[in-house]
């Protein structure tokens, strides 16, 4: 059974950071792309990063590239992603995502999410 827990989601004023991370079980992390996707406040979800089978394949949405950075842990089966330098629009509920492309499309895949606010 696939399944994949976000966690680290919370409250931090603008300008902060704080680390997410999406555990993952039922897969090999290293078959798959796993990525960030996020939900605004009355907005669509939206693409945030992808890191591929090679963890050094990696992209980023333009709004926080040089901000974000995505990460995975082979033997902890985890995907992370480090924000720094938070924004107020970064705000919103973050979901892990499981694909198989090097592209900004989701697959089918998703956790249950965790929310982020960022208070100016």
């Known amino acids: 059974q696939v399944q994949l827990i976000e966690s680290g989601g919370g409250s931090v004023q603008a300008g902060g950071s704080l680390r997410l991370s999406c555990e993952v079980s039922?897969?090999?992390?290293?078959?798959?792309?796993m990525a960030w996707f996020r939900q605004g406040p009355g907005k669509e979800r939206e693409f945030v990063a992808f890191?591929?089978?090679?963890?050094?394949?990696?992209y980023y949405a333009p709004s926080v590239k040089g901000r974000f950075t995505i990460s995975k842990d082979t033997a902890a089966n985890s995907v992370y992603l480090q924000m720094d330098n938070l924004k107020d629009e970064d705000t919103g509920v973050y979901y892990c995502?499981?694909?198989?492309?090097?592209?900004?499309?989701?697959?089918?895949?998703w956790g249950q999410g965790t929310q982020v606010t960022v208070s100016s």
């Open positions: 890191i591929g089978w090679n963890a050094d394949d990696t």
């Open positions: 995502n499981r694909k198989t492309t090097l592209t900004p499309i989701a697959g089918t895949d």
């Open positions: 039922g897969f090999t992390l290293n078959s798959y792309v």
